[in-house]
């Protein structure tokens, strides 16, 4: 089966190319179904292939396809490992429950069958990157899903801030890949290659730890523009223009998560250094705390999301930080799940309230969406870190291990903690504000609960939500035991040993989860006047945090305006009167001569005649006097 | 077989110059149909290139003894691509030529009497006959700017003769000190390229003649700070003119620097790198910035080729094997990438009778196919992976960063600064609601136009995922080139893998 | 008692003096023609006498060659000068001066 | 003694003609100027033996081309007469003065050095050898020159095609 593990790339890509040329002529639910079945059988190929990983003892294969940049060493080949085994499962696991939610989200939509090409082309970019076997072929996939967040967020062209934010996502992005591409040339440029095999294995013996810092840095930057990381991360909350679906797929559970994956992967690399781990963890903690505390004041249904998936990255970016991988990638797997269920919930409350996305005008949904309030309250509850559901679990080990790792990280620990507790806050501030309450809602809106097409797979997200953790607990480390041959050549961090220290870990985070529930619960299960005076209390934080910090507007101020005039003054009072003024300049000067000799030219043939008898007289004279 | 790839456009303008004027109808389509026996040749010439280095398909015939010029033609890897891309764009801007009605016959001739030329100058192996067609081109891309442009064609037209003519000028008095060098050291004149390396020059003269030649060769392609008749002449040309200019004529320049300067002065070359290299470097930031804020379509897409250029040159005075591959490929990408982009704004510009960006606003509702086709060349400009600019320019920089780090890292953020101008660009034009209301009912592109644009998107793909069916063929005529400024200068070209601990300092860049 | 060459010669030269100053001084372009013709003349005659010399027939061919040419230079001289008047209705070469820088 | 006397006369009259053709208002007279000239020309080139080229002389000048000449001054009208004013600053005092140089230059050069104004034959002049008859002149033009006679045939049908193209007029439709 493992030769045939293009498939999995191959089936979507061969959806959209479907899709692409013949659309139009599908009715309404079939390209749906049909780009569904696409990413369907890719998860089933994927998962028949990943048999032999979870019997154990596979290291993984690299399969090759075709050349494609011989001179850098670049080929189209999948490496088919644990961790792109699991990666691939996620990924077509996740996305065929939101392609099949789409089916239902869409309903009605003009360009139905092209969202779902570009659905497909997502899903056939997101597993190129996580199945490349080189970086070159790696950073294909990386820029093929910008690409389709480009597409699917400014799918509703219309509407200029989708459009915007979809260039804004795309540039922002692009920055990111500036310091990606900085380290692939650094990489290629010491080893000859870009090929993982190459480069994981001579990496130990040949990189000095500077180098490494320097690759780690550079690759830092690119996983940061992509995992929308501290400073790149400004592009993710405009995201949300884009449907529900997309933000739920791209922007929660797959696109976002690839920074984490990259430096997973390149974790032979990170080994080497560690003023790279540090940064990589610092720059997590604090995105992490940064965006939980923007979080909390947003009224956006989907901005809340948003923000909380950015810190929610900023945790696996801890972990993987920490050279705790398996917490990275569990977080990153059981994140993919409860997201991906919130998000769909959400876009289920915002189908039903007629694309109203503001929780203050939302609340006492619970009766009205049953199965929605329910599968979103488990989610949160899962995001909460509450036990046994799947977020308590992964986020428990990250914060185990970078308490066990000490040092700076004890630092990183703390701000950890405090997010769990600020996380609990605002999920359960979103649940209330949305399911529980007096109804806030304008004139004119009637909810009601989604068709089965939509709830199936919120209930399927929420069975993994609950169940997805209990693969990697401290009694039955299954996914480690998985993922254990792609990280055979690195060491990893663990949570610590022992069952005292684990109750006492997991009791913090417990706490810190319950008390931020507890008090959103307090806070906002009463008349809007009170919670409104609540937040009123936090004055001027609450409005800073409700602004995002107005990180949107300082870049804007500081980068985005003095970018544009400088272009302006380059184009308009430089290349313009300069530089192609030195041109024309030089044009006028030789016209200007011309102008002065031009009086010699009378136009009366007979001064003409005068002056070549003369010229004649004193050639004869020159030739006469002996001249020649 | 070569002397027939220039003779089939001239045959080809002689009979369309014979159809009567008033038949207008017929001169389009049979300058079209003609202009497809090229391709063809130029197809089967390309399916029978062995991929090895050296010259392939050779003709020499003495032309003018005494002088020493032959009429020696031959054709490489290097110059392989761009004949085929010549060829096959010609067609291609004929087809997007429908809307011109004033003098079509002319119009179709001096199209065609433009291939030849440009052909001449890719299969060209003696200088004297290389800087003729060099020279020819001029002509007949005068007369199609300055007959069939819009309103300032004239000054666009007389800007870029002049220009163009004024570089050369010195590089004809460069290839007349080269022959009357080999006069003087193997006793009689040539302009055989072939002789002509063998030469023995002092460094001082060769680093004139290299300066001879990179100017005349930098205002071609066009390399800052010499590139302001570009988006003139862009802007002014008619679709087919700003196809053939970006996607051919410019190619002229950055082929001359890689077939001329570095065969024929290669230690000169290598003492010019990092002027070569920062020229080409500030081209690639300067012209991506400026391009951002142009407020006219083409203006913008003509400034981007500024940039775009920039990576060839770039590759070309890198050095490594990769970077050279990057710069010959890359020729090729531009052409087809940027050609398509004119071949768009062209279409818009039919419809709309305006190219300034203000104007448009929303126009994907009524415009579909059109918008996907931009957006698809405008990410295949941008350097998307899996289309063919990132083939080249993704070469270009890995190669280029093992001998010229700072500069390669600076050049990739070029990539950055293309997302920003050409996505700028897209959301003003195309998204939004169409408040105009002549945006609103725009027709979107006929099957003709679809047409023209479907093999180079075709093209775009191919390459991209592919790239060896160009690279097989690329790879070993750019080795040789290597080897020979290798041999000639004693440069020693880093070997990647070897380098572990040599430029740690220079990983900054985030 | 033979005259020599060098009188014929000074006669050719005060006629091609003569023909120049003509030339340069008179506006109407026939007589300017003239002038021209009896430059031409000159020339012929210090062929002639140059030719009579060195001993040489070549001199008579010249001029023979002169001649027919200076015949042809009229043709088409008159005819440019017709078309002119045609247009202009004048034939001072003095109101002709369009190409003037 | 015929023979300067003769060339007195031809010369003094070839120099009046000219004179008259520069000098005179009326062009008509300007004609006959010339014609008085070609005639003495063509004398003085039987002095000098060469007695194709005086007849040649006589036939296409004095016939063909004069008659040419009078028939364009009937054509543009005679009565047209020049200013006498001289519509061009400086024109004649920088004719005068080149006038003045060339006059000087050449008594100078006759009176002042040994300027040799005629190279002479080597062992003298021999006037049998040089007498133009038909015979004499025709067999240097073609054998010596005989390209150069070609080109001229084709001068003078260019010439005549020339002529026509640029008399025939065309009623130009407005």
Not at chain 1, 432 to 459: C, K, N, Y
Not at chain 1, 584 to 611: C, K, S
Not at chain 2, 455 to 471: D, E
Request: hydrophobic share 55%.
């Amino acid at each position: 089966m493992t030769e045939l593990v293009w498939l999995v790339i191959a089936l979507p890509l061969a959806g959209a190319g479907f899709l692409h040329f013949a659309g139009k002529y599908l009715r309404e639910p079939l390209a749906g179904w049909l780009a569904s079945a696409a990413i369907g059988g890719s998860f089933v190929v994927a998962a028949v292939a990943a048999v032999p990983f979870i019997q154990g003892g596979e290291h993984g294969t690299a399969v090759s396809l075709w050349d494609w940049m011989p001179a850098i060493g670049a080929s189209m080949e999948i490496l088919w490992d644990p961790l792109s085994a699991l990666m691939a499962l996620v990924v077509t696991g996740v996305g065929s429950l939101i392609h099949i939610f789409a089916i239902g989200y869409m309903h009605g939509d003009e360009r139905f069958h092209r969202f779902f090409t570009y659905l497909n082309l997502f899903a056939a970019s997101m597993l190129t990157l996580v199945l490349a076997g080189n970086y070159a072929m790696l950073f294909l996939g990386w820029e093929l899903v910008g690409l389709c967040s480009y597409l699917l967020i400014g799918f509703w062209f219309t509407r200029p801030t989708a459009a915007a934010a979809a260039k804004k996502a795309f540039i922002v992005n692009r920055i990111g890949d500036l310091g990606l591409m900085v380290g692939l040339m650094l990489v290629f440029t010491t080893f000859g290659t870009l090929s993982y095999t190459g480069i994981f294995e001579r990496a130990g013996d040949e990189l000095t730890s500077g180098l490494a810092t320097a690759i780690g840095l550079l690759f830092l930057v690119g996983a940061a523009g992509k995992s929308a990381q501290v400073p790149l991360y400004v592009w993710l909350p405009d995201a949300m223009e884009g449907p529900t679906p997309v933000s739920a797929l791209i922007h929660a559970a797959t696109m976002v998560t690839a920074g984490v994956y990259l430096v997973a992967r390149s974790a032979s690399i990170f080994e080497l250094s560690t003023v790279a781990q540090v940064t990589v963890a610092t720059v997590g903690a604090a995105t992490a705390i940064w965006a939980a505390s923007i979080a909390l004041a947003q009224r956006d249904i989907k901005r809340v999301l948003a923000y909380s998936t950015v810190s929610q990255l900023g945790y696996m970016f801890l972990a993987v930080g920490a050279t705790a991988y398996v917490a990275g990638i569990f977080h990153l797997m059981t994140h993919a799940f409860f997201k991906a269920l919130l998000f769909l919930g959400a876009g289920s409350v915002i189908h039903a309230m007629n694309d109203e996305q503001d929780m203050y005008k939302m609340g006492g949904l619970l009766k009205k969406m049953p199965v929605t309030a329910v599968t979103m309250g488990i989610a949160t509850l899962a995001i909460a870190g509450i036990p046994p559901l799947a977020g308590f679990w992964s986020k428990d080990e990250i914060l185990g291990s970078a308490f066990e790792r000490g040092g700076w990280f004890s630092v990183l620990w703390i701000v950890g903690l405090v997010t769990a507790l600020l996380t609990a806050f605002y999920m359960t501030r979103q649940w209330v504000l949305v399911f529980l309450g007096q109804p806030r809602w304008d004139e004119g809106i009637e909810p009601h609960e989604s068709p089965r097409v939509m709830t199936a797979p919120l209930v399927i997200l929420a069975v993994l939500s609950v169940f997805g953790g209990l693969i990697n607990t401290p009694l039955r480390l299954t996914l480690e035991h998985f993922l254990e041959p792609a990280f055979e050549l690195v060491k990893l961090q663990h949570p610590p040993e022992g069952v005292g220290m684990f109750i006492l870990l997991a009791g913090l985070s417990v706490l810190a989860g319950l008390a931020g529930a507890a008090a959103a619960y307090l806070a906002y299960n009463r008349s809007s006047d009170e919670w409104r005076g609540f937040e009123g209390g936090f004055e001027p934080l609450w409005g800073a945090w409700e602004k995002a910090y107005g990180v949107d507007d300082i870049y804007g101020r500081v980068i985005v305006a003095p970018g544009k005039r400088a272009a302006e003054a380059a184009a308009f009072q430089f290349d313009i009167p300069i530089i192609d003024g030195a041109v024309n300049g030089l044009g006028r000067v030789f016209r200007d001569l011309g102008e002065w000799a031009r009086p010699i030219q009378t136009g009366y043939v007979r001064n003409y005649g005068a002056l070549f008898l003369a010229g004649t007289i004193v050639v004869v004279i020159w030739l006469v006097a002996g001249g020649a | 077989m070569l002397t027939w790839l220039i003779l089939l456009p001239v045959l080809a303008a002689i009979i369309v110059s014979l159809v009567p004027s008033r038949r207008s109808e017929l001169h389009l389509s049979l300058g079209i149909a003609l202009a497809v026996l090229p391709l063809a040749l130029a197809g089967y010439v390309f399916w029978a290139f062995e991929p090895v280095s050296g010259y392939q398909f050779i003709e020499d015939v003495t032309w003018y003894a005494p002088w020493g010029i032959g009429w020696t033609l031959g054709i490489d890897g290097i110059s392989l691509p761009m004949v085929v891309l010549t060829t096959l764009l010609v067609p291609i801007a004929l087809g997007a030529s429908t809307s011109i009605e004033k003098r079509r016959k002319e119009f179709v001739v001096y199209t065609l009497l433009l291939e030849a030329g440009m052909i001449g100058v890719f299969l060209a192996l003696d200088l004297f006959i290389f800087f003729v067609f060099f020279e020819a081109i001029l002509i007949p891309m005068y007369f199609i700017i300055g007959i069939w442009g819009s309103d300032r064609r004239v000054y666009a037209a007389v800007k870029f003769f002049i220009y163009t003519a004024f570089g050369s000028a010195l590089m004809l008095a460069g290839i007349i000190a080269l022959a009357f060098t080999h006069a003087e050291q193997f006793g009689s004149l040539s302009f055989a390229l072939s002789d002509l390396m063998r030469l023995d020059l002092p460094i001082g003269a060769e680093r004139w003649l290299f300066a001879a030649f990179a100017l005349a060769f930098a205002i071609k392609v066009p390399l800052f700070p010499v590139h302001t008749w570009l988006p003139d002449a862009h802007t002014e040309a008619p679709t087919a003119g700003s196809v053939l200019l970006a996607g051919v004529l410019l190619k002229l320049g950055t082929y001359g620097l890689l077939r001329f300067n570095l065969s024929l002065f290669p230690e000169a070359s290598v003492d010019a790198v990092w002027i070569m290299g920062i020229l080409a470097v500030v081209g690639i930031v300067y012209g991506a910035v400026v391009a951002i804020v142009q407020p006219d379509l083409k203006r913008l897409v003509a400034y981007s080729s500024v940039s775009h250029l920039g990576f060839i040159v770039l590759g070309t005075f890198a050095f490594t094997s990769g970077a050279m591959q990057g710069a010959v490929i890359q020729n090729v990408n531009h052409g087809i990438t940027t050609g398509a982009l004119f071949l768009l704004v062209g279409m818009l510009y039919e419809r709309r009778h305006t190219k300034l960006i203000s104007e448009f606003g929303g126009i994907q509702k009524s415009m579909p196919v059109f918008a996907g086709f931009f957006l698809f060349m405008a990410f295949a400009s941008i350097g998307l992976p899996g289309l063919n600019g990132f083939v080249g320019e993704f070469l270009v920089l890995i190669g280029a960063y093992a001998t010229l780090p700072v500069l390669a890292v600076i050049a990739a953020s070029g990539v950055v600064l293309a997302a920003i101008y050409l996505l700028w660009a897209y959301e003003r034009v195309f998204t939004g609601v169409p408040e105009k209301p002549e945006n609103q009912n725009l027709a979107d592109l006929s099957t003709r136009e679809v047409a023209l644009l479907a093999p180079l998107a075709a093209l775009v793909l191919v390459i991209g995922l592919y790239p060896n069916v160009l690279l097989d063929k690329i790879a070993p005529s750019a080795e040789a080139v290597l080897d020979h400024v290798v041999e000639a200068s004693g440069l020693v070209i880093p070997e990647p893998g070897r380098l572990a601990d040599v430029f740690v300092t220079d990983g900054e860049g985030e | 008692m033979i005259v020599g060459a060098e009188w014929y010669m000074t006669v050719a030269a005060a006629l091609f003096l003569i023909g120049a100053f003509g030339l340069l001084l008179r506006r109407n372009a026939l007589i300017m023609f003239m002038c021209i013709e009896l430059m031409l003349n000159a020339v012929n005659l210090t062929l002639i006498a140059a030719g009579r010399a060195l001993n040489d027939l070549g001199g008579q061919v010249a001029v023979f060659f002169i001649l027919v040419v200076a015949a042809a230079e009229v043709v088409v001289g008159l005819a440019i000068i017709v078309a002119i008047f045609r247009r202009r209705t004048t034939a001072s070469v003095d109101e002709l001066s369009e190409l003037r820088g | 003694m015929v023979e300067p006397i003769l060339f007195v006369l031809m010369s003094m009259a070839a120099l009046a003609g000219a004179v008259t053709v520069v000098a005179a208002r009326n062009p008509v007279y300007s004609a006959m100027g010339l014609l008085g000239t070609l005639f003495s020309v063509a004398v003085l080139y039987v002095l000098q033996l060469a007695h194709l080229v005086a007849a040649v002389q006589v036939i296409v000048y004095a016939g063909a081309v004069l008659t040419l000449f009078l028939f364009v001054i009937m054509l543009i009208g005679v009565d047209k007469e020049e200013h006498w004013e001289e519509p061009l600053r400086y024109q004649r005092s920088f004719v005068a003065g080149m006038a003045g140089v060339v006059v000087l230059m050449a008594a100078g050069l006759t009176f002042f050095t040994d300027f040799d104004w005629v190279p002479a034959a080597v062992g003298g002049t021999d006037p049998s050898r040089t007498i133009g008859t038909v015979q004499a002149i025709a067999e240097p033009m073609f054998t010596d020159w005989v390209l150069a006679f070609e080109a001229t045939a084709l001068l003078l049908t260019i010439a005549a095609a020339g002529a026509i193209a640029l008399a025939h007029y065309r009623r130009r439709p407005h």
